[in-house]
Nanobody, 120 residues
């Protein structure tokens, strides 16, 4: 089993910054991709940013250069630096990881989510 633990959410004023962190633990052989999704009240969950082992990082159009995703592979961690936050960025942010268990089977895991509220 793989467990993802997010941290770093909170209340911030418009134009402010937050840094989200997510740590993966468990019977992990290899993580192939880590990313962030978000879900606002009354809306579907949407992809924010993804960082695969191979290929380029993906950012949703609404990010528009404001967020940066990074990884620490040695620690099985992914980060999301969010700058110039807007009220419409208010949502629960979820960490996602894809990879292989120690026995080789593939996995897709989700964190519990961390609340980000952008308000004055």
């Amino acid at each position: 089993q793989v467990h993802l633990a997010e941290s770093g959410g909170g209340l911030v004023q418009p134009g402010g910054s937050l840094r989200l962190s997510c740590a993966a633990s468990g019977s992990i052989l290899r993580i192939l991709e880590m990313g962030w999704f978000r879900q606002a009240p009354g809306k579907e969950r949407e992809q924010v940013a993804t960082f695969p082992n191979l290929g380029t990082r993906y950012y949703a159009d609404f990010v528009n250069g404001r967020f940066t995703i990074s990884r620490d592979n040695a620690k099985n961690m992914v980060y999301l630096q969010m700058n110039s936050l807007k009220p419409e960025d208010t949502a629960v942010y979820f960490c996602q990881a894809k990879g292989r268990y120690s026995k080789g089977d593939p996995f897709e895991a989700w964190g519990q989510g961390t609340q980000v509220t952008v308000s004055s």
